[in-house]
């Protein structure tokens, strides 16, 4: 006999593990809708100029903070942005001043990742103080060399940079953000319990055919790029195997619709407007909407050594439209799926 399918979900509020909400005017437009959603999330520091310093964290935050509305109770949490000459010292400065983790952007990999690292090496007396005072490492993991196909750079990445990184910092908590290959999520889910990995809805629910379908369709393209169906079905099975290894971290990048519409696009899709739904519909497809709550909201805190949120949130089984676009500063900002329909409305 089949089991109808639920109508609604009631789930422990959520959290983001990876989210960029800019600065200034952009900040303004976008904080919101994640606050909406989540308790807390990780705060991507690839600003112009990056956030390297506890201080600029501190200032950030307190920038973070203003722009929420009236009587909310979103708490970002903060990184730092890991260059090759990150001092030592930082490191308890940052401790001490709230930080939770820095950010590993191999130089030239994504957005704003020209001051990043150019080899993990240089940054080793730094990530063994992060091991000391317990900060956590992010990692966009992809190798940069142009010799090596776009496709096939997060494969590369595992092999030449995490493997011999869980080797040398053994206790160095780390974790492989936006996952998108089966290469990744193998590796992550034989690590020991020092290495965890995020998942984005649009590499749950999307492969490198959505960015081409009827055309070059920008809002689909972000780094690591969307890959193939085999990749796409592995991520899936990761996310909702049960393992407490993987978790929610939808990587939402706002980018102005007139530069992702543009001759050189962007990479990033905005998600924060329907993430829990995206995930849901991802989950559902697989049919293990029973493993949503512990994904989005118990995984992460139990890594990250916080305590899980006490809220609850309810996911309905309800047909809307998302807005083709949102204010973004003085421009306009398309999510993800703009002006189509979603099967789960997200009820705070």
């Known amino acids: ?109 994504t957005t704003n990742s020209d001051a990043g690292v150019t080899d993990i090496k240089k940054t ?11 900060l956590l490492l992010l990692v966009h993991g992809e190798v940069t060399d142009p ?27 780390v974790v492989f953000e936006h996952i998108t290959t089966k290469e990744a999520a193998q590796y992550v889910a034989g690590a020991d319990a020092y290495t965890a990995a995020t998942l984005t809805p649009q590499h749950l629910l999307y492969n490198r055919n959505a960015i081409f379908t009827g055309g070059l369709r920008p809002h689909y393209y972000c780094l690591p790029v969307l890959k193939r169906e085999e990749h796409r079905l592995a991520l899936l099975q990761a996310a909702t195997s049960g393992s407490n290894k993987f978790f929610l971290g939808t990587d939402s990048a706002p980018h102005a619709s007139v530069m992702k519409e543009n001759s050189v696009c962007g990479a990033g899709c905005f998600t924060a407007l329907s993430a829990l739904e995206l995930y849901a519909e991802a989950f559902e497809l697989a049919g293990a909407l029973d493993k949503l709550e ?39 900002l398309k999510p993800l799926r703009g002006g189509e329909s979603i099967g789960w409305k997200f009820i705070p």
């Open 124 to 134: 080793y007396r730094t990530l063994e103080a992060m091991q000391r005072e317990g």
């Open 1 to 109: 006999m089949s089991t109808a399918a639920p109508q609604e979900l009631v789930l422990t509020r959520p959290d983001d593990w990876h989210v960029h909400l800019r600065d200034e005017a952009a900040l303004q437009s976008v904080v919101a809708h994640t606050a909406h959603q989540f308790a807390r999330a990780i705060v991507m520091p690839n600003l112009r100029p990056p956030i390297t310093t506890a201080a600029q964290a501190a200032a950030y935050r307190a920038r973070i903070l203003a722009a929420l509305p009236e009587g909310s109770d979103f708490q970002p949490l903060m990184t730092l942005y890991l260059t090759d000459n990150t001092p030592v010292d930082e490191i308890k400065r940052a401790k001490d001043a709230g930080v939770v983790a820095l950010k590993l952007y191999p130089a030239g990999a």
């Open 294 to 332: 512990a994904f989005a909201a118990f995984n992460g805190p139990d890594f990250y050594g916080l305590p899980r949120n006490q809220g609850r949130v309810t996911l309905r089984r309800e047909s809307w439209t998302l807005p083709d676009s949102v204010p973004f500063g003085e421009a306009r």
């Open 147 to 173: 010799a090596i196909d776009v496709f096939d750079r997060e494969a590369v990445f595992v092999d030449q940079v995490m493997t011999p990184l869980r080797a040398d910092m053994p206790e160095l908590k």
